[in-house]
């Protein structure tokens, strides 16, 4: 079955600088990949995706970016706010369903 | 529905209790997951249902646990003689299929004692 793959497992960041997690994955078939962001004690919540015909994605300070040749996808959180301190999840499709990584604590001090 | 919604949101039961789990999806959502989190944890998948089948069972931890869905709604997750390593968050998405963003219900938190 697909395998995802997500580092760092946990990172911590200066307010106001930029945060970088990183997911890889097996299928070559796959093509849709989401993240999302799960506050402590919280459902998690999708924060931003992207398929497999797309190279980057923005929304405001989060960017995500496709390399379907390595299989490998990005999430860029740009200005880091204590707000965003959260576990983040990578996710895959594959075999017709949502394979997730091992997910992301960050931590951002102000 | 607004969104997902699963009951109960707490449940305590004593070991070797049998528990049933409720998910009610998103209406006109074909697709539905069942997902354990253990405290501090990732998500790890159950099963995953594609309208009232289930076309992966892989994740189901050992022959204690099913799950079913009827109608290509509510679904139900069935844990029999419950054990204190069951005690976690149950988590329950749906999506209106594959390549489709998953919304995640509440969970509901078992505890086994």
């Known amino acids: 079955g697909e395998n995802v793959e997500q580092h760092p497992s946990t990172l911590s960041v200066q307010e106001g600088d930029s945060a970088v997690i990183k997911c890889t994955y097996s299928?070559?078939?796959?093509?849709?990949f989401p993240w999302y962001k799960q506050e402590l004690g919280k459902r998690p919540q999708l924060i931003i995706d992207?398929?497999?015909?797309?190279g980057e994605k923005k929304d405001q300070r989060i960017a995500v970016t496709l390399n379907k040749t390595a299989k490998h996808f990005s999430l860029h959180i740009t200005e880091t706010q204590p707000e965003d301190s959260a576990v983040y999840f990578c996710a895959v499709t594959g075999f017709q369903k949502l394979v997730f990584g091992t997910g992301t604590r960050l931590l951002v001090s102000p | 529905g607004a969104g997902v919604s699963q009951s109960p949101s707490n449940k305590v039961t004593e070991k070797g209790k049998d528990v049933e789990l409720r998910c009610d999806p998103i209406?006109?959502?074909?697709?539905l997951y069942w997902y354990r989190q253990s405290l501090g944890q990732g998500l790890e998948f159950l099963i995953y249902f594609q309208g009232n089948s289930a076309p992966d069972k892989s994740g189901l931890p050992s022959d204690r646990f099913s799950a079913e869905r009827t109608g290509g709604s509510v679904s139900t997750l069935t844990i029999q003689r419950t054990q204190q390593e069951d005690s976690a968050v149950y988590l329950c998405?749906?999506?209106?299929?594959?390549?489709?963003?998953?919304?995640f219900g509440n969970g509901t938190r078992l505890t086994v004692t």
């Open positions: 209406s006109g959502h074909t697709a």
């Open positions: 299928d070559s078939a796959s093509n849709y």
């Open positions: 992207i398929r497999s015909n797309v």
């Open positions: 998405a749906s999506s209106s299929g594959e390549g489709s963003p998953l919304h």
